[in-house]
């Protein structure tokens, strides 16, 4: 059975950092692609962010480059978002999702097949 646990999230004031968790289990993880989402109340899901475990390829949406970073642990299948200087702007509830890499490769707006639970982020001004 194929599940993501993302935990990390909480209240942080403006320019403060989080670090979220993605663990995945019941894949082989370094033949998928781990993508970072997030909601804000009214808005619509956006990617901001996924990673090839394989090579440790990744992308980020324009929004979060340089201040979010993702990465990798293979040995505890375990994909970080690493986020500082976090604005109001940043807040929603994130999300890590999973799907097989294929020929599709790494690409930030794909289809994803498998979600976490989601993780409240909330960033005070």
């Known amino acids: 059975e194929v599940q993501l646990q993302a935990s990390g999230g909480g209240l942080v004031q403006t320019g403060g950092s989080l670090r979220l968790a993605c663990v995945a289990s019941?894949?082989?993880?370094?033949?998928?692609?781990i993508g970072w989402f997030r909601q804000a109340p009214g808005k619509a899901r956006e990617a901001i962010s996924c990673i090839s475990p394989y090579d440790g390829s990744a992308l980020y949406d324009g929004s979060v480059e340089g201040r979010f970073t993702i990465s990798s642990d293979n040995a505890k299948n375990t994909v970080y978002l690493q986020m500082n200087h976090l604005q109001p702007e940043d807040t929603a509830i994130y999300y890590c999702a999973a799907t097989y890499i294929g020929p599709d490769g790494l690409l930030l707006n794909r289809g994803y097949d498998y979600w976490g639970q989601g993780t409240q982020v909330t960033v005070s001004s």
């Open positions: 019941g894949f082989t993880f370094d033949q998928y692609v």
